[in-house]
């Protein structure tokens, strides 16, 4: 008989504790599936139940195999269901954390059209510049920028992440342009506080000529939002990602300092776990992430 069969068998009469309910909710004869238990039972050489007129009782080689039915059985689910989904136009919740300001300015405006693509798709998104935990909090995909050395994750990466310089017109008119890094010493630098040497920004220039000079302001903020806003009310000289401040520099809200400098570009990785199910909905996200912010575009 087939072994796929006799274990699923196997399980309704554990489940429904005899073999008539067993029998019942698989539509055949009690005495089939008595058969079925018998020749599981002499396969392996050893009583699974039991037998009593009222209920079956597990023996200790019945209690254990029951378990590695159970999960043969849902192995077998998962896989039917992931060949099924291979084949189905993408559907279902996407969830997915990314950093604050690169998710809120770039990545919103994809999922948009991603949404508009997908009907059938809802997205949650989680902004946070923590370094994403996706196995425990539930995440299938997470956009990280910084190395990467968690085990048991995919890391496909991303354009670099820039950050640029940019201050007020009031602010420069005050307090005059810097012409090299080394005078931002002499100037209001406003700082992301959770950075880690946030006194200190590493400029790459032309020519790749490095400067790492130590800068000091009388505002930070944990926001790279608050520091912009900072700046707009020129409060001194931000250093936040090009994206953020594009429109305000384009607008000339901002003005960019030492434009052909800027903060040495940071790796930036989408992430998701090895063995993630590559189901419609998750490879048509992933596609479009590498499209838009892959290393080729």
């Given amino acids: 008989m087939d072994k796929l069969a006799g274990m699923t068998m196997f399980v309704r009469v554990v489940e429904s504790g005899n073999f008539t309910a067993a029998a019942t909710v698989s539509g055949v004869s009690p005495t089939m599936v008595a058969k079925h238990v018998r020749t599981i039972e002499q396969r392996l050489g050893a009583r699974l139940l039991h037998r009593t007129t009222r209920r079956q009782q597990l023996t200790e080689v019945g209690r254990l195999y029951y378990e590695r039915c159970k999960r043969v059985l849902s192995e077998m689910e998962l896989a039917e269901a992931s060949a099924s989904e291979l084949q189905a136009s993408p559907r279902g919740l996407v969830r997915l954390v990314a950093p604050v300001s690169f998710g809120s300015h770039s990545l919103v405006p994809v999922l948009a059209d991603y949404l508009a693509r997908h009907p059938e798709v809802n997205v949650e998104l989680t902004l946070d510049n923590r370094v994403p935990d996706l196995i425990n909090e539930g995440y299938e995909l997470g956009l990280h920028i910084g190395k990467i050395d968690t085990v048991g994750l995919v890391a ?142």
């Fill in 156 to 297: 496909r990466p991303l354009r670099p992440y820039r950050r640029i310089l940019a201050a007020a017109p009031s602010y420069l008119a005050q307090h005059g342009q810097p012409e090299h890094p080394e005078q931002l010493k002499t100037h209001s630098c406003l700082g992301l506080s959770y950075w880690r040497h946030h006194d200190r920004w590493h400029l790459l220039g032309p020519g790749g000529e490095s400067c790492e000079v130590s800068v000091a302001g009388r505002f930070s903020s944990n926001q790279g939002s608050a520091l912009r806003n900072a700046a707009l009310h020129g409060a001194g000289i931000v250093l936040q990602p090009e994206v953020l401040l594009a429109d305000d520099i384009t607008a000339g809200r901002l003005l960019p300092v030492l434009p052909a400098w800027s903060y040495k570009p940071t790796p930036m990785y989408l992430i998701y776990a090895q063995d993630s199910r590559p189901t419609a909905k998750l490879r048509s996200v992933i596609e479009l992430l590498l499209q838009r912010f892959g290393l080729d575009e």
